[in-house]
């Protein structure tokens, strides 16, 4: 019936060949589908369009269709990317399209996937500390600094970077020691936020980055980075200058000394 519509003449629309991963924890595979696209539509619409004239079972994970929730993340033709953000005018009309589920999350149904592990990481970096000595509105941060921490907080939670990132997506062991670009670029801006008093509590955030968070198992890539849809420079401006800084503390001599005199029994 929609080859039908597709062949009435709905102003622009083709029929393009979608391989979608189907499946839950136990296995799956790919199925093949002849799917009618419209002028203008992305790959998330023409999911939809499958999901309610084909497989009505289709699991797919979305909300906002505006990149704006995150929620929609998957691998399309390999690449990780949102698929409300992914123009089908970007493709081939001939072109196949293999749509599969973030790789490095376990699988709960098709494209829908356990995401539990940012969550867990995320709780795990010591949110903001405010300064003792002033109260709301009492803040005040140079425009440089806010402009860096504005750019971290464009994150959208999409976990894109976690899902690329070779560090726990090649080695599944890596997950308990690797926080993932996301959650160590916010470790990064924790650490050069001006206010943060996390060092007067004796939380040395340079510090935990390197032996809590996996900081060290970063080799700077940038596979991160060349997948976030907000286009934040997580390796550059985040990764890269933490680990300068962590590397700064570590052999600043006056560091070296004041860590032997606090060991000394
Ligand atoms: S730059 Fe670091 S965090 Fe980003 S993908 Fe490479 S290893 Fe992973
Ligand atoms: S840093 Fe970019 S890729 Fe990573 S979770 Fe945030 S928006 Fe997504
Ligand atoms: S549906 Fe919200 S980012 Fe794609």
């Known amino acids: 019936m929609s080859e039908q519509r597709a062949a ?15 499946g839950d924890a136990d296995g799956g595979g790919l199925a093949d589908f ?25 699991a797919v994970r979305w909300n906002c269709k505006a990149g ?20 089908m005018s970007v493709f081939d009309r001939g072109e196949t399209l293999t749509i599969t589920p973030m790789r490095t999350f376990p ?4 494209l829908v996937t356990d995401v539990s592990f940012n969550y867990t990481k995320a709780r795990e970096v010591p949110s903001f500390v405010p300064p003792e000595d002033l109260g709301p509105g009492e803040y005040r941060m140079s425009q440089e600094d806010v402009g860096r921490s504005q750019e971290f907080r464009k994150c959208i939670e999409c976990f894109l970077c976690q899902n690329t990132c070779h560090v726990v997506r090649d080695f599944e062991d890596n997950k308990a020691v690797f926080a993932g670009p996301r959650f160590l670029m916010r470790v990064a801006e924790l650490d050069m936020h001006p206010l943060d008093a996390a060092a007067d509590s004796g939380l040395d955030r340079k510090r935990t980055a ?12 940038k596979c991160c980075t060349e997948v976030c849809p907000e286009s934040i420079r997580i390796t ?30």
């Open 210 to 221: 390197q032996e809590e968070h996996g900081l060290g198992y970063c080799n700077i890539t």
């Open 68 to 87: 704006k929730c995150g929620s929609c993340s998957a691998e399309i033709n390999g690449r990780p990317r949102l698929m409300c953000m992914t123009r």
């Open 34 to 58: 002849r799917v009618e696209v419209h002028e203008g539509e992305v790959v998330l619409d023409v999911i939809h369009r499958l999901q309610a004239t084909q497989v009505p079972d289709l």
């Open 107 to 110: 699988v709960v149904r098709d």
């Open 8 to 22: 009435n003449g709905t102003a622009g629309a083709y029929q393009a060949h979608f391989r979608v991963w189907r």
């Open 236 to 265: 550059d401006n985040a990764l890269i200058p933490l680990k300068e800084r962590a590397v700064d503390r570590k052999y600043d001599p006056l560091v070296w000394l004041g860590t032997r005199i606090r060991r000394r029994p």
